[in-house]
RNA sequence: CGGGGCGUGGCUCAGUUUGGUAGAGCACCUGCCUUGGGAGCAGGGGGUCGCAGGUUCAAAUCCUGCCGCUCCGACCA
């Protein structure tokens, strides 16, 4: 590829929409534009890009056994209907009619026409276990979409369903799907790391979550530098906290004026924050829930809603609270009716003794409350998030938290879809069953923009060689000068040749230009040919992850040489 | 959906407070010159100032409504 053919427009400035990394660069780069908020035309340079992780995917998932099929991005509503998830989609879903009035969807995802296509063909279970994948657009109109291509509203996913007859046969297809997703993540160059991810209302111990690890991710992870634990947030089990034994101190009543945070309690009454209790307040399906954790610690929107059995909680509005709940502060579990509010208070609250808490009354608390003698809870459960430092919930070592772009996902589906949609086989004994299903994604378009977080600096890209766009640019730096630009077109025939995927930088421009555009695109390999290298017959070679720079002899083996160093990458 | 910010040539932005002939840098075109890290000079093309109303002799500028983008929050198979 001719540099002066190429459409890849460079731009000196970012433009403003854009704030994070992989965003400006591609922007920058000449690698994406945007169409619509969150909807971006790919151009050449970032497909070539993306056809190079999906030829990684499709090698690595045909290895696993799956199979590739394609089906349509525009779904009916019935089978959406028929599962239930119509409604419950919500306005994440691009809808449609067609000119009969018909309604219609863009695919968020596909589990209703994977379902509905594989069980009208697979009757027995001589035909399992089946797992298909597909790469194409997935459509989800979110409500922010932000930071370029890690969260479009159309966006490349390569998703894949397993069918299998039973629980066993799933664990072999998620383990099987768990190892190719290392294997893909590992081949695109990517840091990242495997975690137990929630699995929300299918419970079990049903998903991992696959993390590149950036600070500019949207997910919180936790980790074990002992043993190799890590998890998301969202679900890192946490272990009740022992406190140490005391004697029960007679409950007392005491004024708090103006204390509105639990530190500025635990200050005025002189206690340690972790003799005291805090309350957040939800609202749900099943109304309100309160929740009371130690006061220097975090609730889990995730694990509330888990422990109560709901979809979802949200924070209470105020108007579902009383002047002592709102004021602040004041919100205690002493004297709560379990039976007519969801006290929800977390393990570690239970272990406590003595502790101060919301008398429930504007500028009063408690201390010396106990558990059991003072207050009592609807549910007792694991509700706080974990912190850095909090103990691992499989060898007890401090844990560490990181930040993630999640780029893959593996996912136990079970029985979720197939019942709903009867997805059944016959087994041996002519009995009918349903199918157990998992699913199992991937961001094709997010991984590229997550290569780029990990891999860049103040000049721009630095692509892993498996995924650059191409491999080594070609640099004839004095145009003027017609043997050295005779000499790098010759190399640059040559290396297409071997069939090193090679552009040539032919453009009538002054080689600071091309020096700067070589850097922001981000070549793994710059191969300078000028007067000054040739004079002494050699190639300047210069590799951008490194910026080690190399003079190669220009002799019957410097494709070769060329060849070796980016193996070294 | 709640709260903030921003919409002026392809890009980055000034001009808006205090209404009076639409600007700069970059990019683009022509020529000269230059050539190892985004050169220089000269000339040139390109903008219904987001859209629609309103006020005014006169609106990029003031008023009203809408649209879009963006940030924070909420949300996220």
Known sequence: MRISEMYAPTLREVPAEAEVISHKLMLRAGFIRKAAGGMYTYLPLALRVLKKIEQIVREEMDKAGAQELLMPIVQPAEIWQESGRWSVYGDEMFRLKDRHNREFCLGPTHEELVTTLIRADVRSYRQLPLNVYQIQNKYRDERRPRFGLMRGREFIMKDSYSFDRDEAGLDVAYN?????YTNIFSRCGLNFRPVEADSGAIGGSG??????????????????EKCQYAANVEKAELFPLEAAAEEMQALKEVETPN??????????????????????????????????????????EIKVANACGVPEVEMAPEEMLTAAQTVGGF??????????????????????????????????????????????????????????????????????????????????????????????????????????????????????????????????????????????????????????????????????????????????????????????????????????????GKLEVKARKTGSVEMVDLDSQYIDKIKSLLAAL
Request: aromatic share 8%; glycine share 8%.
């Open 331 to 536: 919100m205690g579990p002493v004297g709560m009716d379990t039976t007519k509010t969801i006290v929800l208070i977390d393990n570690t609250v239970m272990k406590m003794h003595n502790v101060c808490c919301g008398a429930n009354k504007v500028g009063v608390h408690y201390v010396n409350a106990n558990p059991e003698r003072d207050f009592k809870a609807t549910i007792v459960a694991d509700i706080r998030l974990m912190q850095e430092g909090d103990p691992c919930p499989h060898c007890g070592a401090p844990v560490k938290v990181a930040r993630g772009i999640e780029v893959g996902q593996v996912f136990k589906l079970f029985t979720k879809y197939s019942s709903a949609l009867k997805a059944t086989y016959l087994d041996e004994a002519g009995k009918e069953q349903p199918m157990v299903m998992g699913c199992y994604g991937i961001g094709v378009s997010r991984t590229m923009a997550a290569a780029i977080e990990q891999y860049n600096d103040k000049d721009g890209i630095i692509w892993p060689v498996s995924i650059a766009p191409y491999a080594v640019i070609v640099v004839p730096v004095q145009m003027k000068d017609a043997v050295s630009v005779a000499k790098a077109e010759e190399v640059y025939q040559q290396l297409c040749q071997a069939g090193i995927e090679t552009v040539i930088d032919d453009r009538d421009e002054r080689p600071g230009v091309k020096f700067k555009d070589a850097d922001l695109i981000g070549y793994p390999l710059r191969v300078v040919v000028g007067p000054k290298g040739l004079a002494e």
């Open 259 to 300: 204390c509105k945070t639990i530190e500025a309690v635990c200050e005025f009454l002189h206690l340690p924050v972790v003799k005291s209790v805090k309350a957040v307040a939800f609202k749900s399906e099943k109304g309100l829930i309160l929740c009371f954790v130690r006061g220097d610690h975090e609730v889990n």
């Open 176 to 180: 099987k799907m768990y190892d190719a």
């Open 207 to 224: 998903s991992h979550e696959f993390m590149a690890i950036a600070d500019s991710g949207e997910a919180e992870i936790v980790y074990c």
